[in-house]
């Protein structure tokens, strides 16, 4: 089945410091990739849609300045968190979508787990 | 505005039956997901509902009342790897997935 691989699965940086995050379609063509984020013990919070060749559309409260979204690439989106702070730490998911003859799927990466100390 | 409920928790022995419900009043309705989330590790989908009715598949099955806007997750035969949280996902206008807070079922032995 389809497979989206989502890379650093971990990653540890001071504050202040930029992480970015990738996040790939590896056998579909993904024109709308989500970008969500979840705290512990809580759900995942949508914070951008990501669509290919033009600007992220972000969710009311996310700062678009502080999440760079660029999705270059049918097959790859990037998460930028600039100028990260402890509280920025958490679980980053991406997920792609895939719009085969079959129906619509939405597929997920394995998830990114940010520490800024 | 837009919400989903479901329970916080849910304990249940090895072998028994749960039944997770879900509700949602949201803006825009294409279709219901249900995926399971162990702890650090990203969702993985268990099943969709866009039509009324049942959708079985194995041990698991799921419900869909879109006049009710309510939704089920069945888990049969319970087993210990079953033990994880169960999240409620409803797709809404550009295929964005809105999150229920997740129901952790606990399976004892």
């Known amino acids: 089945g389809a497979v989206v691989s989502q890379h650093p699965s971990r990653v540890i940086c001071k504050s202040g410091t930029s992480v970015k995050i990738e996040c790939r379609s590896l056998?579909?063509?993904?024109?709308?990739m989500f970008w969500y984020r979840q705290f512990p013990k809580q759900s995942l919070m949508l914070m951008a849609t990501?669509?290919?060749?033009?600007?992220?559309?972000?969710e009311q409260g996310v700062e678009k300045d502080k999440f760079l979204i660029n999705h270059a690439s049918l097959t790859l989106s990037t998460l930028t968190v600039t100028s990260a702070h402890p509280e920025d730490s958490s679980f980053y998911i991406c997920?792609?979508?895939?719009?085969?003859?079959?129906?619509?799927?939405?597929?997920f990466g394995s998830g990114t787990q940010l520490s800024v100390l | 505005g837009q919400n989903i409920d479901q329970p916080t928790e849910m304990t249940a022995t090895e072998g028994a039956i749960v039944q997770i419900n879900c509700t949602y009043q949201?803006?825009?309705?294409?279709?219901l997901f249900w995926y399971q989330q162990h702890a650090g590790e990203a969702p993985t989908f268990l099943s969709y509902?866009?039509?009324?009715g049942l959708e079985e598949k194995g041990r698991f099955s799921s419900f869909l009342s879109r006049s009710k806007g309510y939704s089920y997750l069945l888990l049969k035969e319970l087993q210990m790897k079953d033990s994880a949280s169960y999240l409620c996902?409803?797709?809404?206008?550009?295929?964005?997935?809105?999150f229920g807070a997740g129901t952790q079922v606990v399976v004892t032995p």
């Open positions: 997920s792609a979508r895939d719009l085969s003859p079959t129906g619509e799927k939405l597929f």
């Open positions: 056998d579909f063509q993904a024109t709308t």
């Open positions: 990501s669509n290919e060749g033009s600007k992220a559309t972000y």
């Open positions: 949201t803006s825009g309705f294409n279709g």
């Open positions: 509902n866009v039509l009324d």
């Open positions: 996902a409803v797709s809404g206008s550009w295929g964005k997935l809105q």
